[in-house]
């Protein structure tokens, strides 16, 4: 009975603590969060000095015009910094993981969860394989609430286009997060190509309400090529030169694809269109042009 009642006290003191965090009272992550629950007393005591830390770390500021910040005084321009020696011993993240002690490596994962773990995901992936099983285990619970995080946005963002399916909004909202989460790192083989033909269609989508501009062309020109989906990218870039004839993408795109499809004759064609319709080239355009010149 007696650690029943304690664990319910433990229960409801996470509550509370989620709680806190929610309304941005506490500035603790939802990792850090993980750690308060699954350890019990140690786990919140933990939460509670790094909070204390935090927010000692702090220091007031106060903000000022752009006039302020301009220095005329010669004497204050001949200022020279000291150069800090902190600087010096700033080592690159995935080093330390290798190179530092258990407690230098097991101290970093804490700090990466306390701050923004999603910046840190292919650390954390390789951190996955160190030998330090606390670090494993920290790295796996990161990406773990990182995952979660980003499905439990999808299935917001999917209920409102159930709701409402041609809302415009919700559907640059979802692209947007598509965008976020297929950068980030965190997807890998055949889930990332999944996740690239779910965006793909979202991006049809938007076209197909008639307010896709060349930039969201060329974002779903880029999913279908590397996707492979030859037909339906040709159809796009010939949509996109037809619309900007005298904007180069869609004649690189073009080139893109005909190599794709190993079409030499093909891509001497937009060599030639390039040259007779006078397109501005940008210096990444002329290094494609030489390069197949």
Not at 174 to 185: P, R
């Amino acid at each position: 009975m007696i650690l029943l009642f304690l664990l319910v006290i433990h229960l409801v003191i996470c509550v509370v603590l989620y709680f806190l965090m929610r309304a941005r009272i506490l500035h603790c992550t939802r990792m850090v969060m993980v750690l308060a629950l699954l350890i019990p007393v140690w786990g919140i005591v933990c939460l509670l000095i790094l909070e204390l830390r935090t927010r000692g770390n702090q220091e007031a500021y106060v903000e000022v015009g752009i006039e302020k910040l301009k220095i005329n005084d010669e004497i204050h321009k001949s200022i020279l910094m000291e150069e800090d020696p902190m600087e010096r011993s700033v080592v690159p993240l995935g080093e330390a993981l290798l190179i530092n002690d258990s407690s230098t490596r097991r101290e970093l994962m804490m700090e990466i969860m306390y701050a923004n773990p999603d910046d840190y995901v292919n650390q954390l992936q390789e951190a996955r394989m160190n030998n330090d099983t606390e670090v494993v285990h920290y790295a796996v619970t990161a990406l773990a609430e990182l995952q979660k995080e980003y499905q439990l946005q999808f299935q917001k963002l999917g209920r409102r286009l159930l709701l409402n399916p041609d809302d415009r909004k919700t559907i640059d909202d979802y692209i947007d997060l598509q965008e976020k989460y297929l950068s980030s790192g965190m997807l890998e083989g055949e889930a990332k190509l999944d996740e690239l033909r779910c965006y793909s269609d979202m991006l049809g989508r938007k076209l197909g309400y008639g307010s896709g501009n060349i930039r969201t062309y060329c974002k779903k020109i880029e999913a279908d090529l590397f996707l492979k989906e030859y037909e339906t990218a040709y159809e796009e870039i010939q949509a996109v030169i037809s619309k900007w004839p005298e904007e180069e993408k869609g004649y690189l795109f073009m080139i893109q694809y005909y190599s794709a499809v190993k079409d030499r004759a093909g891509i001497e064609r937009v060599l030639s269109l390039l040259k007779s319709n006078k397109i501005h080239l940008s210096p990444e355009g002329r290094s494609v042009v030489q390069f197949w010149k």
